[in-house]
């Protein structure tokens, strides 16, 4: 019956240590059965940049259109601009506060609109192919039969929750609730009721072991397979790891530069930065070779 | 067919018009069916005081008989003396988080454990059976019927997230991640990782226009259902009952002394407090009878 389960997965110690874990889990009560799955680099590609950063972009090209003076503001001239140099000066975590405040004020139901209206039409920059096609098929498979098997499937991304919710029942077939991301906070008014993105994030940005402790208050439970590819995720899937039962931490390690792209994430375990590789391995994790491990890697 | 539903509700203008949201809402898309239930006074009694109250006086006992300095805390000798000069100097909110300090420190897990331990044996004050039995089978039904229909059901209450989630599952058939209500924060610690506890909330108390913004952070949809019964519930009865196409804003009315309990519960609408059912009837809400609409009120 196994040879039959994950087509896309090549037979090999993987494969199997993925099966195993299927098989053992049966013994537990459904309630333990949940999953979390990181979302860019786990389930889809976030290289050359996040797709979340595309959606940005691509709202900053709008923002400045109607308004040719938003290019004027710092973080946008150098993004704009690709100035390296200025990037590096005002800092990401600025960087990004800035694009998100090009939503400001926005209703859910509005942000959601411009997002699916951007998965609509976006394209990768290098494959060539629209975005929501950028899914690893193995990672659908698996999903399909966790669910199969009654467990919870949940997304645990770095990325804005709000922007993955828009899209992970059709891509991953993962309601709303069961996302958990970075947060922004909403203003309510009253007469008649309404929401409005405010420019605040809800706590820290959702990674690291803010991922560990948004899984509990979010999520309410301990996942029992937790599956990432970054040193973002390595609370999370030391978490799952260091569980009662059977339990899987998997690790997606990119090294396929001709199908997909061959990199290195890193973990500030020590002094200096370790290669998440080398983390999983030390820890016991299944890692996924991206080239070694999967037939297929896009439908 | 309508007829077999919802057995336990007299047939009248109130079951109607459930029975027509119903029907309506076959036309909702899948996606968009969400009901959000408040729990203390809706879907169980919350009187003479809250199922989560009786748990922390049961753990303060306990407490104190292990170090009966416990009781010279303030905000403790005044709740055990029942000083109600006391408690009102104190104030509900200070004794509130030093209850909830019982259980700092303490593992999601372990509290878990604590609250199921509690619910277990715990027993209502006056109607002498077990809290575990004080749900609404009225509302029992409704919750099946509802998911049915595919909707997903989910409590969104001004208790203890983790308190709720320890019984949702078995109470509501309501899993964790569709619980939304006040939340401790947690501290991680790694090597092994660990959660616990910390004194501190997570953002205001799950009340008012936070369980507005809450249902969309945590949930990520807006509700056609909303199910309350105090002032705590109103801005969440508004948001369902102001969105587009069928919805229903349901408001349990306690008028039934003999079979439950007698009370008017205000919200802050106006200058003075205003009774929820005048608020409910003024903005059309659907008013549940207790007395009048529920067959029977208890299985």
Not at 65 to 77: I, L, T
Not at 182 to 188: A, V
Not at 254 to 262: C, K, L, N, Q, V
Request: proline share 6%; net charge negative; aromatic share 8%.
């Amino acid at each position: 019956v196994n040879d039959q389960l994950l087509p896309s997965w090549r037979p090999g110690a993987t494969r199997d240590a993925v099966l195993a874990f299927l098989d053992a889990a049966e013994e537990v009560p459904v309630a333990d059965r949940m999953a979390c799955f990181d979302n860019d680099g786990t389930l889809w590609c976030e290289r050359p940049s996040y797709v979340q950063l595309d959606f940005f972009l691509d709202a900053l090209r709008t923002s400045v259109q109607a308004d040719p003076s938003v290019k004027e503001q710092a973080e946008f001239a150098a993004l704009l601009s690709g100035d390296q140099q200025a990037i590096g000066d005002i800092g990401l975590e600025r960087i990004a506060m800035a694009l998100t405040g090009l939503f400001n004020g926005l209703s859910p139901q509005d942000f959601t609109a411009r997002t699916r209206e951007f998965m609509a039409h976006g394209k990768h920059q290098t494959l060539g192919r629209p975005h929501r096609t950028c899914t690893y098929v193995p990672m659908l498979e698996l999903i399909a039969e966790l669910r199969r098997r009654d467990f919870s499937v949940t997304v645990v991304t770095g990325g804005g929750t709000e922007f993955v919710r828009a899209v992970s029942q059709e891509l991953y077939g993962v309601p709303p609730e069961a996302v958990v991301g970075t947060l922004i906070e909403y203003d309510y008014a009253p007469d008649p009721p309404r929401l409005s993105r405010s420019g605040r994030l809800v706590g820290a940005a959702n990674e690291g072991s803010a991922k560990v402790s948004n899984i509990q208050t979010q999520l309410g439970r301990r996942p029992i397979l937790a599956v990432g590819n970054s040193g973002g995720d390595r609370e999370m899937l030391e978490w799952a790891a260091a569980g009662d039962g059977p339990t899987l931490a998997l690790l997606v390690n990119h090294d396929d530069a001709e199908r997909e792209f061959s990199y290195v994430s890193t973990a500030q375990t020590f002094a200096e930065p370790e290669p998440i590789t080398e983390v999983g391995a030390r820890l016991g994790w299944t890692v996924i070779s991206m080239a070694r491990d999967w037939e297929t890697i896009f439908a």
